[in-house]
């Protein structure tokens, strides 16, 4: 699933638009009304509601992952083990995580008014294999 991908608009037209014109001025306009075809009314309520779950769903599930077994949750265990006040380490690595996903959405709103979608994916490749790249490096260097 592509993270950058950006849900269907809808378009609302107006009624008119589908009504078929009336060349005779003494022809109903119910005549009109009948004649016009049906279409589904698609809120703009219900798309973004929709999109909200689809982003809100993607992004848990991406960092949900993404941090299991990571090194952040192998520090926080042995945090609370050591100090035997694990709320309290719950507490500060909760907000540390909330600290620096705020961080990483500020900095995306940001980057994202000013650079396009395909270089920002192509920039945190990058960056992804260059961190990769020194991680074994490091590995084979020390080994």
Known sequence: MKLDSVPASFSVSSQTENQPEIKDSNESNLNAAT???LQPVVTHSQNHQESVAAVFSTTF???FLAE???KTQ???????AESHSPWVVFLGSGVALITTSLLGVLLGGWLASRLSPKTIEKSAGMMLLLISLMLFWDVISNS
Do not use: F, K, V
């Open 74 to 80: 192998l520090s926080t265990l042995l945090m609370s």
């Open 68 to 70: 299991i077994g990571d």
């Open 61 to 63: 599930l991406t960092i």
């Open 35 to 37: 004649t016009a075809p």
